[in-house]
């Protein structure tokens, strides 16, 4: 296998649309979710595309440490890939609502799923392909939440500036390797997807910008911002700007 590549939150949303356009004979598709797939795996399979679909709940720590030793295991078996890709995508938009408010059980599925777990999988990448002579890529899709606070969104907009961070400290680290992986914490734009609907549900003070965003039309479908993710992701600079929005990127070209 010429390339792994490694999609969490691959149900749905954004990272099924990714996981979809990484469908390719000469790639292993790793995804990694709650719930299946099966249109994505169907995909797969009769486009002679090799995928492993495995079901894990990030919000558990024991079990994303589980999957963080098979992801290892799968890394290590194609230790001769030319490229190996991390895309760390799964997310929570939940808890919303003030801060008085936020309490430890929802809190701490937040900060599992869009950080801890993100780390760890994270981590398990580094050390498995630490001594691979393949390129190793990182895309952990951020927010402009982590950028400019919402007010409700307490719980997201710190989860998504630990991954900016995080990914800062990825790019400081490894710039002392000898084949540093790269990194990027990407903001995908404003996306018609179910975390969407959760947040046109959910009640806090600029809701109304978001309810207008949907019916005037201006959320970005997932396939195409997924398509528009995975060209990054190919680009010969990727890993050049650590902190990047989609949106900017698109008005630079
Ligand atoms: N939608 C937007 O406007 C927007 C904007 C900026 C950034 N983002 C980011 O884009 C990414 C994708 O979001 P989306 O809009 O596609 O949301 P979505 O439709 O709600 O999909 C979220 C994905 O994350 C997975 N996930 C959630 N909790 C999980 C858990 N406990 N264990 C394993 N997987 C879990 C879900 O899978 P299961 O439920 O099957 O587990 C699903 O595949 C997120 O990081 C989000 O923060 C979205």
């Known amino acids: 296998m010429r390339e792994i590549a490694i999609v969490t939150g691959a149900s749905r949303g954004l990272g099924a649309a990714i996981a979809e356009r990484l469908l390719a004979p000469h790639r292993l598709l790793v995804c990694v979710a709650r719930s299946g797939n099966d249109a994505l795996v169907a995909r797969a399979r009769s486009s002679g595309a090799q995928i492993d679909y495995l079901r894990c709940d990030l919000a558990d720590a024991q079990a994303v440490d589980a999957l963080a030793v098979s992801l290892g295991a799968r890394l290590r078996e194609h230790r001769d890939a030319q490229r190996f890709v991390l895309v760390n995508n799964a997310g929570v938009v939940e808890p919303i609502g003030p801060i008085e408010k936020l ?7 937040s900060l599992q799923v869009n950080l801890a777990s993100l780390m760890r ?79 046109r549900s959910a009640d806090f003070p600029s809701i109304d910008r978001f309810r207008q965003l949907k019916a005037q039309g201006g959320l970005v479908a997932p ?14 600079d990727f890993g050049a700007h650590p902190l990047d929005d989609l949106r900017d990127h698109a008005a630079r070209r």
């Open 103 to 109: 309490h430890t059980d929802p809190l701490a599925v």
């Open 121 to 199: 999988l994270t981590a398990a990448f580094l050390d498995a392909t630490d001594d691979a002579s393949g390129e190793r890529r990182i895309l952990s899709i951020s927010s402009g939440a982590a950028r400019h606070p919402i007010a409700g969104w307490a719980a997201y907009c710190a989860t998504k500036a630990g991954v900016d961070m995080f990914t800062r400290c990825i790019v400081d680290e490894q710039s002392r390797r000898a084949n540093p992986a790269r990194a990027c914490a990407l903001a995908p734009g404003v996306l018609d997807t179910q975390m969407q609907q959760t947040i």
């Open 223 to 236: 396939e195409e911002a997924a398509a528009r993710i995975v060209a990054y992701l190919d680009r010969d």
